[in-house]
């Protein structure tokens, strides 16, 4: 049986109470609180430097966009931000807020239609059941349901909305992000113009990137695919305002420079997808010129440059005859002379042919070669009978084919 002395009572009573509360007012605990916050953003600030400017509010927001354009929803409209909106743009808050909005962890909002597209999409993402085109559908719904009649008005009301940064919060959450696959889908041609109405343009042109990678062991079949198509959204949404009416291609030269620019040389799916998107803005150049005001010139030569390695002398010729500033048809006329006596058997290349034979046979007649013009007149003729020829014969196949009366007999 162990009995308690006197002597160790006494000792007990000796040593302070360490494991009770500390007896501090209210007062007193609202000023730890504050120390303790104060000191965490502090560390935080020293982690993360971070320098309030005083340049006006949307220097800075464009400066911390192009570092973290995920984090920065919205900018603020004052031109000199007050201590407390200065300090709702410190890391730390920003933080938060980003980790408070992702769709994850978005709660329902009562106050939201059940039938708005964005409790829709919040309830799916909840619910584990948005895919990449479903994603797409939600844009699309978001675009149809936005006013105004301005492309700026547009741009304006689709940033407001802010759909495109809610995609792209849900595509990194939900690990999509990594392997870029969900590109393969239409989503890609839907979310790009959210991404450049919101100031987000920098993440699909990191995409870009991320899909070319220099070491070629690593490319998987469907990057050829979602590399084109992202850089294809990317040409039309250069050149085409948030109302529809189409731009001056400037924009689409600028991005196909840029992709040039920042794909790696080596890599076979960046050079494929690049061949693929030249040709597709050559045509536009060309065939479709009429619906667009002139380009720059020093951005065009920039362009047919980049093509030159392609050996296209089809597409050469035709684009020598728009150039905005010194057209010339010698290359044109060479070409026609050179494959006069080919029968163009491609619908689509006879097409580019026919452009050609036209475009060229305007200026030559603008500079008064009246010999030459006559002769693409007649070129043009031979290629409409050979056309005329080729359509007859496929219907006579077709009739032969789904007939038991013998040819000769058919009339």
């Not at 500390?22 to 953003?41: D, G, H, V």
């Not at 559908?137 to 301005?150: A, Q």
């Amino acid at each position: 049986m162990v009995v308690r002395t006197s002597s160790l009572n006494s000792l007990k009573n000796f040593f302070p109470k360490i494991h009770q509360p500390l007896p501090l007012t209210k007062r007193e605990s609202q000023q730890l609180l504050e120390s303790i916050t104060t000191s965490f953003r502090k560390n935080l600030d020293k982690e993360h430097p971070w320098e309030p400017s005083s340049d006006d509010s949307t220097t800075h927001g464009s400066s911390l966009r192009s570092r973290n354009p995920l984090l920065l929803a919205q900018t603020s409209s004052s031109s000199s931000p007050s201590p407390e909106a200065a300090k709702r743009q410190a890391p730390t808050d920003r933080h938060l807020r980003a980790i408070l909005s992702n769709p994850l962890f978005a709660h329902q909002d009562a106050k939201k239609a059940p039938s708005s597209p964005f409790h829709v999409f919040d309830l799916a993402v909840s619910r584990g059941l948005m895919t990449p085109e479903r994603a797409a559908g939600f844009l699309t719904k978001v675009r149809s349901e936005i006013p105004g009649k301005s492309a700026d008005e547009i741009r304006q009301s689709m940033a407001r909305s802010g759909a495109g940064l809610k995609v792209l919060q849900w595509l990194r959450a939900s690990g999509l992000e990594n392997d870029l696959q969900f590109l393969n889908s239409r989503l890609a041609s839907s979310l790009v113009p959210f991404m450049y109405a919101e100031g987000l343009e920098e993440v699909a042109w990191s995409w870009v990137v991320r899909l070319a990678p220099r070491d070629e062991g690593r490319v998987l079949d469907w990057h050829l695919y979602a590399l084109t198509s992202l850089l294809q959204a990317i040409r039309k949404q250069s050149s085409t305002s948030f109302s529809g009416s189409k731009l001056s291609l400037d924009g689409s030269y600028e991005a196909m420079i840029r992709a040039n620019e920042v794909l790696p040389k080596q890599s076979n799916i960046a050079r494929r997808s690049l061949e693929e998107v030249w040709f597709s803005l050559s045509w536009i150049s060309t065939v479709l010129a009429s619906e667009r005001p002139k380009p720059s010139a020093p951005l065009f030569e920039s362009f047919v440059d980049i093509g030159r390695p392609l050996e296209a002398p089809l597409d050469m010729a035709h684009l020598e005859l728009h150039h905005p500033l010194s057209p010339s048809h010698s290359a044109a006329v060479q070409f026609m002379h050179a494959n006069a006596e080919r029968e163009q058997q491609n619908p689509t290349l006879r097409r580019r042919v026919v452009c050609l034979a036209l475009d060229a046979a305007n200026r030559l007649k603008q500079v008064g070669d009246t010999d030459e013009a006559s002769w693409v007149e007649r070129f043009l003729a031979r290629i409409g009978a050979d056309a005329n020829l080729g359509i007859l014969m496929d219907q006579i196949r077709q009739a032969s084919i789904s007939s038991d009366t013998p040819i000769y007999r058919m009339r």
